[in-house]
């Protein structure tokens, strides 16, 4: 079964949004696989936001990531990757449809509420940054099976 990691950023953490974005990925018939409220320190900030190092906004993003906790989360499902990017929305809050957790939550595009890896090749990435694989579960929900 496909596994994506996705991250209640530090201001979504500060609007109490962790209950709702959890309720969303449930609601959907997604399964949580394992999760986490943590600190990322600026190593590890910089090893998961590698692919921007050479943008403009990389240290502000960096600084913003480390400067809450944030909610790291593993959700396991058909499609869960791709799926959880449409749920999300446009990177640009501004830009994201009503309906989308960033339309719905989010204006500024530096503080965009949550992120989630864009690729197999980067959910793997992102699962093994995060999580040791004895953190995380597979599991059936047997009262759910026409999900
Ligand atoms: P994320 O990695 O956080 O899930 O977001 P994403 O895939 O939708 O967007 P990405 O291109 O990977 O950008 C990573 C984060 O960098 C910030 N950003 N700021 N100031 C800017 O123009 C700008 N562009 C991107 C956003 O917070 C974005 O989530
Ligand atoms: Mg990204």
Do not use: C
């Not at 974005?21 to 900030?45: C, D, P, Q």
């Not at 906790?69 to 990017?85: H, K, L, N, Q």
């Not at 949550?114 to 995380?136: P, T, V, W």
Request: glycine fraction near 10%; charge should be negative; charged fraction near 30%.
């Amino acid at each position: 079964m496909q596994r994506t990691f996705l991250m209640v950023k530090p201001d979504g953490v500060q609007r109490n949004l962790i209950g709702e974005i959890i309720s969303r990925f449930e609601m959907k018939g997604f399964t949580l696989s394992g999760a986490k409220i943590m600190h990322i320190s600026k190593e590890l900030a910089e090893t998961h936001y590698g692919e921007h190092k050479e943008r403009p906004f990389f240290g502000d993003l960096v600084d913003f990531i480390t400067s809450g906790p944030v909610f790291a989360m593993v959700w396991e499902g058909d499609g869960v990757i791709s799926e959880a990017r449409k749920m999300m929305g446009k990177t640009n809050p501004k830009e994201a449809d009503p309906g989308t957790i960033r339309g719905d939550f989010g204006v500024q595009v530096s503080m965009n509420i949550i992120h989630g890896s864009d690729s197999e090749e980067s959910a793997k990435r992102e699962i093994d940054l995060f999580f040791n694989e004895d953190q995380l579960i597979s599991y059936e929900k047997t009262m759910t099976k026409w999900i």
